[in-house]
């Protein structure tokens, strides 16, 4: 019913910034939220940064306060994640994910398992 698609990982040496894209299409009039996860080489898929449906609340992990921006353009069905300050530590596969589940609306759902939706990925690699 939902389609999702990224876009816009590059290399990229520490300190430089990157914009992310994310395509929705679809059934989207059902979404609830909408988010972006990223695994690392071995790893988990851990949460990103997150926004719900109205715009309302946005979310992100400790480690990319200040550094990261997650935002939307309702016209286009686009999610985007802007990116600056990377650090080798943020290299990984990042992906778009969308959720219908009503109670991640009121706030931001921050578990894969809230989501159900998700995207191909897209690698970004961070080196020093």
């Known amino acids: 019913q939902v389609q999702l698609v990224e876009s816009g990982g590059e290399w990229v040496q520490t300190g430089g910034s990157l914009r992310l894209s994310c395509v929705a299409s679809?059934?989207?009039?059902?979404?609830?939220?909408m988010g972006w996860f990223r695994q690392a080489p071995g790893k988990e898929r851990d949460f990103v940064a997150g926004i719900t449906w109205s715009g309302n609340k946005i979310e992100y992990r400790e480690s990319v306060k200040g550094r990261f921006n997650i935002s939307r353009d309702n016209a286009k069905n686009t999610l985007y994640l802007r990116m600056t300050s990377l650090l080798p530590e943020d290299t990984a596969v990042y992906y778009c994910a969308l959720t219908t589940y009503y109670y991640c609306s009121p706030y931001v759902c921050s578990r894969t398992s809230e989501y159900n939706y998700w995207g191909q990925g897209t690698q970004v690699t961070v080196s020093s």
């Open positions: 679809g059934r989207t009039d059902s979404s609830a939220g």
